[in-house]
């Protein structure tokens, strides 16, 4: 009988450990369409009431070596400029609840024409 329960025991932990791991309810994960054959790509991300960005720019550089060729992105949200970074990922912290409309614009001195992805999120908790 032990014998039983044992074997038991040790098939239900080996089926429950699968290889697909549920995501959390409370992150909600996005990216834009197009992502191989479009020059700017963002993927983001909502936790709380921060939202987690990750640009991705064909043949523009966020490194600080050269001034002149560094780009950076201004952050709007809902028509209002929030932030500007230099770096391809970054966190715009305490959203306030609800939806909102955020545009990124990916400016290079060098380059003329501007980059421009917008999203929308929805931001349902303070925490």
């Known amino acids: 009988m032990r014998y039983f329960i044992v074997v038991f025991l040790i098939g239900s932990l080996l089926t429950g450990c699968g290889n697909k791991i549920p995501e959390p309810e409370n992150v909600a994960m996005a990216s834009t369409d ?9 993927h983001y991300f ?5 939202i987690f960005v990750e ?25 209002k400029k929030v932030k500007s970074v230099n770096t391809a990922a970054f966190i715009i912290k305490d959203v306030p609840v609800g939806p909102h409309k955020m545009r990124l614009v990916i400016h290079n001195k060098e380059k003329k024409v501007d980059l421009i992805k917008q999203f929308k999120v929805h931001i349902s908790s303070t925490i």
């Open 34 to 42: 197009n992502e191989i054959s479009d020059p700017f790509s963002v």
């Open 46 to 50: 909502v936790k709380g009431n921060s």
């Open 55 to 79: 640009c991705y720019v064909k043949d523009y550089s966020f490194a600080n070596h050269n001034q002149k060729q560094q780009t950076t992105v201004y952050v709007y949200m809902d028509d």
